[in-house]
C-alpha cells in the first residue's frame, strides 16, 4: 500500500491533473509502512518519498517556494517517527511470539518426554525438532516403554499442526501407554490406539469440520522382545530403518496398511506382527517423514540411510542422534519445514553392561 501511494502521487504529478495537492498523500508513504514492513521496510519508503518530492519539484520548477520545503520537513518528521514506533513494534511482536513459542514447546513437553537411555535388551535415545514455521505445535508422537513383553515403541504423524493435533497425539500416546503393559499381542497395541482415536473423534465439537474429513495419523509400533528380533506393526508410516553392519535398510510390510482414522479404506487387517532380525550390535531408526522429506534449496531429499552409515558405530545413541540433526540441518541450511520426530534403538545381550557415556547418562 506504502508504495501504491507513492505510485499515485508520481501519476498525478507528472500529469495535468498536478494541480491536486500530494503532499498529505506522500507524507503517508513512510508512516504506513512504519505499521506494516518493518524498519527496513519504511527505510525503503521513506527513501522513495523523498525521491519522488524531488523528482516532482524538479518537474514543476517549484524549488525555492515554501510548500516544497513544509513538504521535506513534514516527511523527514513523519519518517523519524515512523522509524521509531517500526522498532517498538517488531520488538514487541517478537516478544509476543517468543512467549507464545515457549507456551507451545511447555505444552509439547508435557505430552511428548525423552525416553530412558536403558530398557530391557535395548540401549534408546530421541530426538524433537519442530520446524521453523512459527509457533505452531506440531503433530509428532513418539514413546518407549519397558513392558513385560519386551521394549515397545512408538513413533506417529498427526495430520496438520495446533491444538487439534497436540489432542489426537495425547489420545494416542494415552493409549499406547496404557495398553503396552497389558496386551500380549502388538496389532492389539495399535488397535487399542485406535479405537482410542475413534473415540475421540466420536466427541462432538471436539474437532473442526476439515479434521474429521482429512485427519488421520501414520503409526508404527514396535516390539523388542528378548529374542533377537523385532516385530513392527506399521499403518501407514514411513518404515525404520535397520544399520546392520554398516549398512541400512528400510523394514518395508509386506502390504501397506491404512493409517489410523482410515481403517475402513482396509478390508483384512492383519493378525500379527511383521518380524525381522534385530542382533546385538544392530541399531533400529524410527522417524517421521520430516526426515525423509526434508529438502535443500535445490529441493533434493535428505538420504537417511546413507547419512546413517556414515556415523561412526562407537557412538551411542543420544550421539548418533546429534550428528543425524547435525547433518539435517546442514542439508536444509536449518530450514526445516516440517516437524522431525526419532527414535534410535541399540540391541544388545541381555545383561551386558552400558557403555560408559550410557551409564554417566544414568
Avoid at 482410515?262 to 518380524?275: Q, V
Wanted: charge should be negative; aromatic fraction near 6%.
Amino acid at each position: 500500500m506504502p508504495f501504491l501511494i507513492a505510485l499515485a502521487v508520481l501519476v498525478i504529478e507528472l500529469t495535468p491533473a498536478h494541480f491536486i495537492y500530494t503532499g498529505p498523500f506522500l507524507t503517508a508513504v513512510p508512516a504506513l509502512a512504519a505499521v506494516t514492513m518493518g524498519p527496513k521496510g519504511t527505510a525503503a519508503a521513506t527513501a522513495l518519498a523523498l525521491a519522488i518530492s524531488a523528482t516532482t519539484a524538479t518537474y514543476n520548477e517549484a524549488w525555492g517556494t515554501l510548500q516544497v520545503y513544509t513538504n521535506f520537513l513534514a516527511l523527514a518528521l513523519v519518517s523519524v517517527a515512523g522509524f521509531i514506533t517500526s522498532g517498538a513494534v517488531q520488538a514487541r511482536r517478537r516478544r509476543e511470539l517468543d512467549q507464545v513459542r515457549r507456551i507451545a514447546v511447555a505444552a509439547q513437553e508435557v505430552v511428548l518426554r525423552p525416553v530412558p537411555t536403558r530398557m530391557g535388551p535395548v540401549s534408546a535415545g530421541s530426538l524433537c525438532l519442530a520446524a521453523g514455521t512459527g509457533a505452531r505445535v506440531g503433530g509428532d508422537l513418539y514413546e518407549a516403554v519397558e513392558t513385560p513383553y519386551g521394549v515397545r515403541m512408538i513413533v506417529g504423524d498427526v495430520r496438520g499442526k495446533g491444538l487439534s493435533a497436540v489432542r489426537a497425539v495425547a489420545v494416542v500416546l494415552g493409549a499406547f501407554r496404557e495398553a503396552v503393559h497389558y496386551e500380549d499381542e502388538l496389532v492389539e497395541v495399535m488397535n487399542r490406539c485406535a479405537a482410542a482415536l475413534r473415540r475421540e473423534v466420536a466427541v462432538p465439537g471436539a474437532y473442526t469440520e476439515e479434521v474429521l474429513l482429512e485427519g488421520f495419523i501414520t503409526a508404527l509400533v514396535a516390539q523388542v522382545p528378548d529374542e533377537p528380533v523385532v516385530q513392527l506393526v506399521n499403518r501407514g508410516h514411513p518404515p525404520p530403518l535397520l544399520l546392520h553392519r554398516g549398512s541400512a535398510t528400510p523394514l518395508v510390510p509386506p502390504s501397506p496398511l491404512p493409517p489410523l482414522g482410515l481403517e475402513d479404506l482396509a478390508t483384512d487387517l492383519p493378525a500379527k506382527a511383521e518380524s525381522y532380525p534385530f542382533v546385538p550390535g544392530d541399531r533400529l531408526l524410527l522417524y517421521t517423514d520430516g526426515v525423509t522429506e526434508a529438502r535443500d534449496p535445490e529441493g533434493e531429499f535428505f538420504a537417511l540411510p546413507e547419512n546413517m552409515e556414515e556415523i561412526r558405530t562407537d557412538t551411542s545413541p543420544s550421539e548418533f542422534l546429534e550428528h543425524l540433526h547435525d547433518a539435517l540441518l546442514r542439508h536444509t541450511e536449518d530450514d526445516l519445514a516440517d516437524d522431525v520426530a526419532m527414535i534410535l534403538a541399540d540391541r544388545h545381550t541381555i545383561g551386558q553392561e552400558p557403555l560408559p557415556h550410557e551409564a554417566d547418562a544414568r
